[in-house]
């Protein structure tokens, strides 16, 4: 077709004599909305190019996960002023809404807004350049988009950056599948490894923790040791996992002559409206259930039962059998419990199982005729983790402690800013008497009771030794929300990350972030939320010392609204609280420049950086913290992972995390916490792979990437010693496979040497100790090694002879070993 130009072509200066100064450059999307912005360009307005491929430079962000995530007709101008970039775009078809972004080079995008199409005119620059509409044919097919002319180098360095990008990427997609190919002929390599013991610095104690989410079922049916599903009646087909989900969900009338349905009435609290309404006209049913995939009991164990219970008017009552059963039907356990009372009476006994069983359900079968209301019908194993009421499933919990985590991250990061401003994590809701918790729906797509609530995760972290890491939204929802809240009008009402909370409401939200910090640390006598934790069984004070605000947030001018203002007000009343601010969900890009700017603008003292990336990207970036500002925010890595294609956990990605995290120690002046994500999943309910830790209702199931989370967190140090690598073989891929930390642990004097190969090879090290006389050593050896492909691999430990403060060590071939020098007393 024709264009009508109507600016005059841009010169600009060209080395290469046959090159133009200026060309047609065209911006478009696809017509279907699922691309981001892409160019073409073209030396006569009729012939066109992809720019790159097809590359696309910005995407939108607004909305719900995924292809979701839609750019329209996107127009791109540019201000005659200062030559910068502004692309404008519909968020959907109906166009009811735009979205908008800058860039002062095509390259770098900064934030994203979002608003109606009757503010279009605020959003653009203040001198445009006019661009023309229309259509091109571009690789055969026609895109409707804008042209306007360009400087050639434009296109040129559209297409650097492209090219460097597709570069890292392959870089990134390296596999050791490949190393067939990529190391045939190699041979065993040499490495002298010198440790200048009297080069060293202090780092983070707290480099390695845990980061709990309730998703794949980690709570309910998980690390929350209640064995009933649906206790509270208070499912909801709006909790989205399952079809059929209703208040009655789990349970079942068993036997003749009796009904169950659900009622409002008086009910025990407020905040669990809802309970079982179980009519019996002929005693004989029960009403049954069968708890997260089966109940599973273990022989001479005792399990605690408790619910409340009224009898309706016109009933008397009686005794009610509560009996636990085999898959047969046959009774493994039983207790009595007499149910008369006109108001609701919490009632408890005690069961103890005669048999193994995988799979029990829970049968309650009322002696006497009548109707019988019943709420919050539980039953807990008494073997808790630390014996606690209300407690944890010990052997899951225990897998945790295992660890060694010097912090636990919690309640979770999506979950804690939930899915749209009405479904953000009310930490005051999970507090208190079980009865009276408001149930919440899980962004992942189930219900959570919140019997595992702040409180519980306060004492877990007590009971391991760890920093509790709690972690609210910085006002804002989870940036893929799509759901509407209460106050939400039109297209953009229905993304809550860009309503966000009103901010005539933030007053109140930012008192309950300040009251969390009362409830932590607050005097039991003195303080409103001190009390209410004393009242919970906890007088002495939980010594918070750090809070997350905002989890992988995008970076608009609602979040920053919203998170100065938290930020701020917890400074000012709690100066000595470490806050940690978010940027974003990649290690580049938009939210992430953006966050850093913030931060460093308010003086945020921590940031919260979260990446999962191929195994390639971990073995081509570790020099990533290298060249961090020391005097900026320090650093948690709050969630990252090694993921492969069909993200299995193997030795491959166990092995990619164990050579970064040693960048990682490296960096432990800047990098103050990591935390794998995420942590458990549970078998057949899994939202999210790969994860740490897989378990089912008998068995936990760590994952290979688990030894190496441990072996870090069981052999952590408090110094980083440096160390030099001699090689045999200089090769750059052969070098950046090959990783060692050293760091000291100050409170028992050991030294500790952590040596990765990635490799197919074996690597014969020497290994000197400079400046430092061995008294007496001794010296454990922890070796975690296999085929790439391994998922069963387990770290194993054995005695290791050091017999003065240099010695050999053959590193396996795909292997991380940690090596713990102690010194002992003279003899």
Not at 31 to 39: A, I, T, Y
Not at 509 to 523: H, K, M, P, S
Not at 652 to 661: D, G, K, P, R, V
Not at 702 to 719: L, R, W
Request: charged share 25%; proline share 5%; glycine share 8%.
């Amino acid at each position: 077709m024709l264009w009508a130009l109507s600016v005059p072509m841009q010169a600009s200066v060209n080395e290469v004599a046959n090159e133009p100064d200026s060309v047609f450059l065209f911006s478009y999307a696809d017509r279907e909305g699922n691309s981001g912005l892409k160019f073409a360009w073209s030396p006569d307005g009729k012939s066109w190019f992809s720019v790159a491929d097809g590359y696309e430079y910005v995407k939108s962000d607004f909305g719900p996960w995924g292809r979701a995530k839609k750019m329209f007709r996107p127009q791109l101008m540019q201000s005659r002023t200062d030559g910068g970039w502004c692309c404008i775009w519909t968020l959907s078809e109906k166009g009811e809404a735009l979205g908008c972004a800058s860039s002062a080079d095509l390259l770098k995008w900064g934030r994203q807004s979002y608003f109606p199409v009757s503010e279009r005119g605020k959003h653009l620059p203040a001198d445009i350049v006019p661009a023309t509409e229309g259509k091109a044919v571009i690789g055969g097919r026609e895109e409707y988009g804008w042209m306007q002319r360009a400087p050639y180098a434009t296109i040129e360095q559209l297409i650097r950056y492209a090219e460097h990008k597709k570069f890292r990427q392959i870089q990134n997609d390296e596999r050791m599948e490949q190393d067939v190919v990529r190391f045939a002929g190699l041979k065993p390599v040499e490495a002298t490894i010198r440790v200048q013991t009297s080069q060293a610095k202090p780092i983070s104690e707290h480099l390695i923790g845990i980061f709990f989410e309730d998703i794949n079922y980690s709570a309910d049916g998980g690390l929350y040791a209640e064995l009933v599903q649906n206790r509270d009646f208070e499912y909801s087909s709006r909790d989205g996992s399952h079809q059929g989900w209703d208040n009655g969900y789990a349970w079942s009338v068993q036997g003749d002559n009796a009904t169950l349905s659900i009622a409002t009435d008086r009910p025990i609290h407020a905040n669990n409206p809802h309970y079982a309404v179980f009519d019996l006209k002929q005693p004989g049913a029960a009403l049954q259930n069968d708890g997260f995939d089966g109940i599973s009991l273990k022989k001479g164990e005792k399990y605690d039962f408790s619910f409340f219970a009224r009898v309706a008017d016109g009933s008397k009552g009686g005794k009610m059998s509560v009996r636990l059963l085999d898959q047969e039907g046959r009774e493994v356990a039983q207790a009595m419990v007499n149910v008369s009372s006109k108001e609701w009476k919490k009632q408890k006994a005690v069961l103890t199982a005669n048999a193994d069983v995988r799979a029990a359900v829970l049968a309650l079968q009322p002696q006497v005729a009548g109707t019988y209301h019943l709420d919050m019908v539980s039953l807990f194993p008494r073997n808790t983790f630390r014996g606690h009421e209300n407690g944890l499933r010990a052997d899951l919990a225990q897998t945790l402690a295992d660890l060694k985590p010097r912090f636990v991250r919690f309640p979770g990061g999506c979950v804690a800013h939930g899915d749209g401003v009405d479904n953000i994590y009310d930490w005051k809701g999970s507090i208190g008497p079980l009865e009276a918790r408001k149930p919440l729906r899980n962004l992942w797509g189930y219900h959570q009771t919140r019997g595992l609530g702040y409180f519980e995760y306060f004492r877990f972290c007590e009971d391991i030794g760890a920093e509790p890491v709690p972690v609210l939204a910085a006002g804002v929802p989870c940036q893929n929300s799509g759901t509407c809240s209460h106050h939400a009008t039109g297209e953009l009402g229905c993304n809550g990350q860009q309503g966000g909370i009103p901010m005539e409401e933030m007053g109140a939200y930012v008192q309950d972030i300040l009251d969390l910090i009362e409830y932590a640390n607050g005097d039991a006598r003195k303080t409103v939320w001190g009390k209410k934790r004393a009242e919970a069984g906890h007088p002495k004070p939980f010594n918070l010392k750090y809070i997350g605000i905002g989890n992988e947030d995008l970076i608009t001018d609602v979040f920053e609204e919203r998170f100065t203002m938290i930020y701020r007000a917890v400074k000012e009343k709690y100066p000595e609280i470490t806050v940690i601010g978010t940027v974003g969900p990649f290690y580049e890009g938009t939210d992430y420049d953006e966050g850093w700017e913030l931060a460093t603008r308010l003086g945020v003292p921590m940031v919260d950086e979260h990446y999962y990336v191929a195994p390639g990207w971990m073995i081509h970036n570790q020099d990533y913290y290298d060249g961090y500002d020391r005097t900026k925010p320090k650093v948690y890595l709050g969630e990252y992972a090694a993921h492969l294609p069909g993200r299995p956990s193997n030795i491959e990605t166990a092995l990619a995390e164990a050579l970064y995290l040693t960048t990682v120690e490296r960096n432990g002046d800047v990098v103050s916490m990591t935390s794998y994500a995420p942590l458990l999943a549970k078998e057949n309910h899994t939202q999210w792979t790969p994860d740490l830790i897989y378990f089912n209702n008998t068995e936990v199931k760590p994952t290979v990437d688990y030894y190496t989370q441990q072996m870090f967190g069981q052999n952590a140090g408090s110094e980083y010693v440096a160390s030099t690598v001699s090689l045999s073989n200089t090769q750059d891929a052969v070098r950046k496979r090959i990783g060692v930390s050293v760091v000291k642990d100050e409170i028992t004097g050991d030294y500790i040497v952590k040596l990765v190969n990635l490799l197919p090879v074996e690597v014969a090290a020497k290994v000197k100790l400079d400046d430092v006389a061995l008294v007496n050593p001794s010296a454990v050896k922890t070796v975690l090694a296999g085929n790439p492909k391994d998922k069963e691999a387990k770290s194993v430990s054995s005695v290791f002879e050091v017999a003065g403060n240099e010695f050999p060590y053959a590193m396996p071939a795909y292997s991380f070993t940690v090596i713990r020098i102690h010194q002992n007393e003279p003899q």
